[in-house]
């Protein structure tokens, strides 16, 4: 389970999902797998925000990130609720 779990983390791109939800979904299972092979260390505060925002296709990268402001994040939950506002925006807006 531990290869898994590494490769999955690994792999984990927020532009293979088509809603920020999903994404989320599938990165609290990783997470959940990567704290049951003892790997807590790869899944801070600081990894989960670095790994979100790395990995934003670069069409939807601007959008979100620059109306988010990523300097005050100081959890991945405050990351999450910021995109899933944007998302909700730019859906009633057709800007996505």
Known sequence: MRPLAIHE???LRVQDF???AEYNSALFSIV???K???LENMVT???LIDKTLSTFHAENSNTYL???ETDNLITYNELLASLLEISTWTKSHRIL
Do not use: G, P, Q
Request: hydrophobic share 30%; aromatic share 6%; charged share 20%.
């Open 32 to 34: 959940s797998k990567l």
């Open 45 to 47: 505060e600081d990894n």
């Open 18 to 20: 088509k809603i920020i």
């Open 36 to 38: 049951i092979c003892n």
């Open 9 to 11: 983390w690994n792999h």
């Open 66 to 68: 620059n109306n988010t």
